[in-house]
């Protein structure tokens, strides 16, 4: 049992995630929605406070005691949340749910009365466009309203008094007495659709079914999740956040569903991580596929073909949930998650070069290529223009995978997915008899791998490099044996494991690296690498060292199960939530740890 909130924005850790595999919304233990992205994840937010706590928009049901405490769990294996309200008064529940399989993306809030007479306060205060339209709200009928502005509107239906406090918020009180039960429903329209015809509203009877099918549909998704060990539970709620972090139209998986929440409190690497990058898609089938959830992992990788497909000239790191390409970066005026600003929508990156992404691409063909599905001759041509793509540019600098915004450096992680991408096509050509200059692939592979053993090795310490000619360690030194350049048993590898586990641990945890990225201000330890450096560590066989960095990096997760990008020296959860890549990373180490 937890106390509430004080008044001031709750901490990035304590949220909920929501999820209707198409949209995204995150409530706080006071039972305030403080960030809802519909229709689609990278949409505009309808409810923006966690951006901007003063003036950002919200959707609260909470006891109006001001003495009262909360406890919240999912419903079995969804992602359908109920949080319990223990006040003076009595007791009351509060479902949510971002109900699937609907005609329109909707919000639906169930209160239930469970002991006593509880009094409860309703706030409905809509927000578009960044904060920078306050839709106009009209009352249509006794328990339905709408709110409109610019090319966004919600329908607003509920059970519950509610009345307008302005032309912008709706506000209302209810008491719920023991086997009492009220709803709230905030549905996404197009601003068409309700004008010239006024909206209609779901009725009480309707709402409850649909609460309840979205139960049942998780339900049903995650009894679908495959790992035997101790660490089942915990891998099911990984999944059910990939799942939820999917995109169902297109297949494609959102980095976060969340945008600008801050490495630094009160600093500027705020970023927006509602996109959909090649790497992580490989790592997602990856760790899908090894729980089992192969039709997911197909239909990611069915996304990042047809996405990528075309012109290898042209491809880029990461994409739109619908395959967009333009993910221009722009601030806007909010106020920043506890003063952090600037509030970034859009990500610059997406025009870095990364060669790294050559690597995962042509990973992701192989990998389908080991389950029996070798590419047809069009997405062949295709792949073959993108590793004569990597051909051409593997002897040049770039931004690496973690998207450094300084010069352009050669990363050795960069280097050896561009050896990945030869390895894995020359193996593909020669299995499948398909057209290819193989030998001339060959050639360029050895050529890559001479030079990552030459200037990417330190031989004073016998580790790998971040870099060519650096002194500095990464953590994504630990991926190097996922596309078999090195074995993890390799004396290398052990060295440089053992290294970065020295050089980069921070409280218990990993950073990504300590060199100067040239952007002010810090960064918090990172847990997928804290993850990485687990699953290495077990399938070198030392599984004890494993399993301590594996609880370090768990014990970072929230009582619901969820992780964030990274940990500050406090433990409090830092950046967008919850991350993507720390879920996949969770899975692939317990699976490590499992085997």
């Known amino acids: 049992m937890a106390a509430v909130s004080d008044g001031s924005p709750p901490p990035i850790g ?24 519909m229709p689609r994840f990278d949409s505009g937010p309808v409810f923006d406070r966690l951006l901007d706590w003063e003036g950002g928009g919200c959707c609260q049901v909470r006891p109006s005691s001001g003495d009262f405490s909360s406890s919240r769990e999912y419903v079995g294996r969804s992602l359908v949340l109920a949080t319990t309200f223990d006040c003076p008064e ?19 809030r169930l209160v239930e009365g469970l002991e006593g007479s509880v009094p409860l306060s309703v706030e409905v205060r809509p927000r578009f466009d960044y904060g920078g339209v306050r839709p106009w709200v009209r009352q249509h009928a ?13 329908v607003i239906s509920s059970d519950m008094a509610l009345e307008r406090t302005s032309t912008h918020d709706l506000t209302g009180a209810v008491r719920v007495a023991a086997g009492e039960r009220r709803r709230l429903s905030v549905a996404y329209w197009r601003p068409e ?27 049903a998704w995650g009894a679908s999740v495959a790992l035997e060990g101790p660490f089942h539970g915990e891998v099911v709620r990984s999944a059910l956040v990939l799942k939820g972090l999917t995109f169902a139209p297109t297949g494609a998986v959102v980095a976060a569903p969340t945008a600008s929440l801050p490495e630094e409190i009160g600093g500027s690497r705020n970023w927006d991580y509602r996109y959909s990058w090649i790497r992580d898609s490989q790592f997602s089938v990856r760790s899908l596929t090894e729980v089992g959830c192969t039709s997911e992992a197909d239909r990611l990788r069915g996304f990042i073909e047809r996405t990528t497909a075309g012109s290898a000239e042209s491809l880029q790191i990461m994409y739109g949930v619908g395959g967009e390409r333009r993910l221009t970066e722009v601030e806007v005026d909010l106020a920043g998650y506890r003063g952090s600003r600037p509030v970034r929508v859009g990500n610059a990156a997406a025009g870095q070069r990364q060669l790294d992404a050559f690597g995962y691409l042509v990973e992701l063909a192989w990998r389908w290529h080991e389950r029996g599905h070798s590419p047809d001759e069009e997405y062949w041509r295709f792949l073959v223009s993108v590793v004569d793509r990597a051909v051409e540019l593997w002897p040049e600098p770039d931004s690496g995978i973690w998207e450094m915004r300084c010069n352009p450096q050669h990363f ?12 894995r096509a020359v193996r593909m050509a020669r299995a499948t008899g398909s057209p290819a200059p193989v030998e001339r692939w060959a050639g360029v592979r050895d050529e890559i791998r001479a030079a990552v053993e030459r200037d990417g090795y330190d031989p004073v310490r016998g580790v790998f490099r971040q870099a060519f000619g650096s002194a500095e360690l990464d953590a994504a030194l630990l991926l190097l044996p996922t596309v078999d350049f090195v074995a993890a048993t390799d004396d290398r590898m052990v060295r440089t494991t053992d ?13 990504r690296y300590r060199s100067d990225d040239q952007l002010p201000g810090t960064e918090g330890t990172f847990l997928a690498c804290t993850f990485w450096l687990a699953e290495i560590l077990a399938l070198q066989g030392r599984r004890e060292q494993a399993r301590q960095w594996f609880d370090r990096a768990r014990s970072a997760a929230n009582e619901l199960g969820l992780f964030p990008e990274e940990s500050s020296a406090s433990g409090e959860a830092l950046g967008n939530f919850p991350q993507g890549l720390t879920h996949l990373s969770h899975i692939a180490a317990a699976v490590a740890l499992c085997g």
């Not at 006794?142 to 919600?154: H, K």
């Not at 050795?412 to 390895?423: G, I, N, P, T, Y």
């Open 412 to 423: 050795v992680h960069s280097k050896v997915m561009c050896w990945a991408a030869l390895d």
């Open 193 to 219: 659709d309700i004008d010239p015809s006024p909206p209609t509203g779901p009725g009480p009877d309707a709402l409850d079914e649909r609460v309840e099918a979205t139960v049942d549909w998780w339900q």
């Open 14 to 37: 304590e949220y909920a995630f929501l999820s209707d595999c198409q949209g995204a919304a995150l409530v706080s233990r006071d039972g305030a929605v403080d960030w809802c992205c």
């Open 142 to 154: 006794p328990t339905l309203f709408s709110a409109v502005g610019g090319n966004d509107a919600l």
């Open 90 to 108: 009595g007791r009351a529940r509060v479902t949510d749910c971002l109900a699937t399989g609907g005609a329109h993306r909707e919000l639906i």
């Open 499 to 511: 290294a970065v586990a020295a050089d980069l641990e921070d409280g218990g945890l990993v950073r």
